[in-house]
């Protein structure tokens, strides 16, 4: 028994000690109240320990994502961003450690390619945004420059142009954070609904409120 909740602690890193803790003592306590002792009667119950600790993981990143969404305005977009996409990577996770039919195993495929294409889609767009305006700012600037002193009122001109160019680059890249944050929301929840719907559940955790 003693093993079995060994593993679980290693694989349950990403929570706090105190998290960690109240997660073990709780499924301790289940076994001990079932009379379950063994490694193998733990399995049977419970899962295997890298099942568990998935679901738990998962569990505990729904319930981080909905305190920062409740928390509105207090919470950065970025931070509630980077909370959407690892929830969404431990969903996944936690959906494929557990017996799924083809249909479910379809719908995890479709979950992950979207989640892949979206982000994979904002950092090319970032990418590509940045340095073609910030080539196209750096040349404007240096253009005008260049004629300011044989032109000072075309010189301006593109030394206007190559600022209010670089300046766009700032407001694009909010744009795409924006437009980003939001995508990845819509992602979020469908796998959490995803989660909720297709997820089983073990007669342990039904009672266990996180």
């Known amino acids: 028994?003693?093993?079995?909740?060994?593993?679980?602690?290693?694989?349950?890193?990403?929570?706090?000690?105190?998290?960690?803790?109240?997660?073990?003592?709780?499924?301790?306590?289940?076994?001990?109240?079932?009379?379950?002792?063994?490694?193998?009667?733990?399995?049977?119950?419970?899962?295997?320990?890298?099942?568990?600790?998935?679901?738990?993981?998962?569990?505990?990143?729904?319930?981080?994502?909905?305190?920062?969404?409740?928390?509105g305005d207090s919470q950065t977009n970025v931070k509630r961003a980077k909370t959407n996409v690892r929830m969404v990577w431990l969903i996944i996770l936690a959906l494929l450690s557990t017996p799924v039919t083809i249909p479910i195993l379809l719908v995890i495929l479709l979950l992950l390619l979207a989640f892949g294409c979206v982000v994979f889609g904002l950092m090319v767009a970032a990418v590509a945004t940045f340095v073609s305006l910030i080539a196209a700012g750096v040349v404007t600037l240096f253009v005008g420059v260049a004629t300011v002193i044989a032109a000072p009122w075309t010189g301006l001109f593109y030394i206007g142009m190559g600022l209010t160019i670089l300046g766009a680059n700032w407001l694009v890249w909010l744009v795409i954070k924006w437009i980003g944050s939001w995508l990845i929301w819509g992602i979020s929840w469908l796998a959490k609904k995803i989660y909720h719907r297709f997820m089983p559940r073990i007669r342990a955790e039904r009672g266990r409120a996180l």
């Open 1 to 71: 028994m003693n093993d079995y909740f060994q593993a679980v602690t290693k694989l349950l890193g990403k929570l706090t000690a105190d998290e960690r803790a109240d997660v073990i003592a709780y499924y301790q306590e289940y076994l001990f109240d079932a009379g379950i002792k063994s490694y193998d009667d733990a399995v049977n119950e419970l899962g295997s320990p890298r099942s568990l600790a998935r679901k738990v993981l998962a569990d505990y990143s729904i319930k981080v994502s909905d305190q920062e969404t409740s928390a």
